[in-house]
């Protein structure tokens, strides 16, 4: 059996897809004009290390906590549907082969959950492993609190974030990558090199300026889309 892993910012869409959530709410009336500069400085510190994972995901998600979760589920739906024209023709048929060839694919995400399943869908994907939100009270449809649900997926966690998964795929039998045939995983991001070097097939897609250079050293394939 082969595994195909999926960055989503800047791999497998061209954006950023906390971004676009904010454009979305925005324009629902859900967050004020003002959300949109507030969530690029909190990028800014994020990129520049000022800011951790923790902060920038209470900035994103507690402004969500009075909202029902119905009325979140409604959005999130509208949300996957303003997006699909700007699904990348490129990213899109690479992802279906991966998936005709019979290819166990997930999405592996530092996105939170609520805004990454619904990327991953228009791509055909039905595995997400992502930065899961906490709830007030520890049930998945609980209100939110802002805080994260134990280890972001980010960095070295999003290795013990597949694994964990991977355990619970009883098809795959396996918790272990270097279980399968091949395993390929798709990213942009320097912050993704424990994951990378964890698989048979690393493949930088647009790669930052780090991701480049270490992929160039270490005979990486790299894709740079249109």
Do not use: N
Request: charged share 20%.
């Amino acid at each position: 059996m082969r595994l195909a892993l999926f960055d989503l910012d800047h791999t497998l869409i061209p954006f950023d897809s906390g971004m676009a959530w904010t454009h979305f709410l925005i324009e629902r009336g859900a967050l004020p004009a003002a959300a949109e500069a507030t969530y690029l400085e909190h990028c800014r510190q994020y990129v520049a290390g000022t800011l951790d994972i923790h902060a920038m995901h209470f900035a994103s998600v507690a402004p969500l906590a009075r909202v029902p979760r119905a009325q979140l589920a409604q959005w999130t739906g509208e949300f996957g549907a303003a997006l699909r024209a700007r699904v990348p023709a490129d990213m899109h048929a690479l992802v279906q082969r991966h998936l005709a060839a019979g290819d166990l694919c997930a999405v592996v995400t530092a996105t939170t959950r609520f805004i990454a399943e619904p990327c991953a869908r228009l791509f055909g994907v039905l595995h997400v492993v992502a930065t899961e939100a906490a709830t007030v009270d520890g049930t998945p449809g609980g209100a939110l609190t802002g805080e994260i649900d134990g280890l972001p997926c980010y960095r070295e966690h999003k290795v013990t974030r597949v694994r964990q998964w991977l355990a619970q795929q009883a098809p795959a039998g396996a918790a272990a990558l270097d279980a399968f045939e091949r395993s390929w995983f798709y990213s942009d991001s320097t912050s993704d090199l424990p994951l990378l070097s964890a698989v048979s097939d690393p493949v930088a897609v647009r790669p930052d300026a780090g991701l480049r250079r270490h992929a160039l050293q270490s005979g990486w394939l790299i894709v740079d889309p249109a």
